[in-house]
Nanobody, 121 residues
Framework: QVQLQESGPGLVNPSQTLSLTCTVSGGSITTKSYYWSWIRQPPGKGLEWMGA???????YYSPSLKSRTSISRDTSKNQFTLQLSSVTPEDTAVYYC?????????????RGQGTPVTVSS
């Protein structure tokens, strides 16, 4: 059973960079054919796919967030990290990490429980 756990600050000031880490257990982030995604859900809205890092280390980003998003990984810790720069209150959401069969999609087979992030001064 693959388990994912998000960690990071629950409150971020506007214009700063949000950084979240996903720790994976029960499976390796280098296992072929899987993508490790970040997905978010703003209050009252649907899921939004933000980006992913593939088993190979290749990265993929949502066109609408590409200029502000960076995803990296630490294979020794079986973790991957999201950085979202220049945040605004519109980035307030529950952030999820997930294992996905494809990119540019909110589909997943395993997902973390989510971590709420508020952008406010």
């Amino acid at each position: 059973q693959v388990q994912l756990q998000e960690s990071g600050p629950g409150l971020v000031n506007p214009s700063q960079t949000l950084s979240l880490t996903c720790t994976v257990s029960g499976g390796s982030i280098t296992t072929k054919s899987y993508y490790w995604s970040w997905i978010r859900q703003p209050p009252g809205k649907g899921l939004e796919w933000m980006g992913a890092i593939a088993f190979s280390g290749s990265t993929y980003y949502s066109p609408s967030l590409k200029s502000r998003t960076s995803i990296s990984r630490d294979t020794s810790k079986n973790q991957f990290t999201l950085q979202l720069s220049s945040v605004t209150p519109e980035d307030t959401a529950v952030y999820y990490c997930a294992r996905s069969p494809q990119v540019y999609s909110t589909e997943y087979d395993y997902r973390g429980q989510g971590t709420p992030v508020t952008v406010s001064s």
